[in-house]
């Protein structure tokens, strides 16, 4: 069984500060990864995903992956209250379905 | 855009109840998914389906089943409602290939009483 850590939360941090969310997996040839995020009552959304270790910028979201320590995480800039919202980390199982395998989310509260 | 459009938002049905999820998606994705998402649970994997009439079993089949007839619907069934399968059911669909993330419905918060 594949596992995805992520610690739970709720992670505060003021408004325009960088907010850094985190998560481990198991599965050691995993190879794609994927974050999505989850208002409150709504379904999760795909925000970024990577593929290659380093760091991957899409406007103020930074994906940052390091597969040898199989970890994977996700940094918001001038993070705002709009962000607040659950965070979920996926990780792919490489076979053709497609499975994705995800963590149990970040909650995320960022405070004006 | 994507869209994957789940016929209900809000369903209660009673216990014992034969209960029918509806799921449409409009992008002729090959791979379609069930889940239920829990407090504290996260999202569990019900069933999925890469192709038409195939499913495989995820996590958490047992009280489930699932139907796919079309390539751009997948319906969700539960035999017998039961009350602790209240929850939040969620579908998705996705391209063929580990490059590709899903893309989710919005949901259908069923309540069994």
């Known amino acids: 069984q594949k596992e995805v850590e992520q610690n739970s939360g709720p992670l505060s941090v003021p408004e325009g500060a960088i907010a850094s969310l985190n998560c481990t997996y198991s599965?050691?040839?995993?190879?794609?990864f994927f974050w999505y995020r989850q208002y409150s009552g709504k379904s999760p959304e795909l925000i970024m995903s990577i593929y290659s270790n380093g760091d991957k910028e899409d406007g103020r979201f930074t994906a940052q992956l390091n597969k040898a320590s199989q970890y994977v995480s996700l940094l918001i800039r001038d993070s705002q209250p709009s962000d607040s919202a659950t965070y979920l980390c996926?990780?792919?199982?490489?076979?053709?379905?497609?499975?994705?395998?995800f963590g149990t989310g970040t909650r995320l509260t960022v405070i004006p | 855009d994507v869209k994957v459009t789940q016929s209900s938002r809000y369903l209660v049905k009673r216990t014992g109840e034969k209960v029918f999820l509806e799921c449409v998606q409009d992008m002729d994705h090959e791979n379609m998914f069930w889940y239920r998402q829990d407090p504290g649970l996260g999202l569990r994997l019900i069933y999925f389906?890469?192709?038409?009439?195939?499913?495989e079993k995820g996590d958490i089949p047992e009280g489930y089943s699932v139907s796919r007839e079309k390539k751009e619907r997948f319906s969700l069934i539960l035999e017998s409602a039961s009350t602790n399968q209240t929850s939040m059911y969620l579908c998705a669909s996705s391209i063929q290939g580990h490059y590709y993330g899903y893309t989710f419905g919005s949901g259908t918060r069923l309540t069994v009483v």
């Open positions: 996926a990780v792919s199982d490489q076979t053709g379905a497609n499975n994705l395998f």
């Open positions: 389906s890469y192709d038409v009439k195939m499913k």
């Open positions: 599965d050691r040839v995993s190879q794609s």
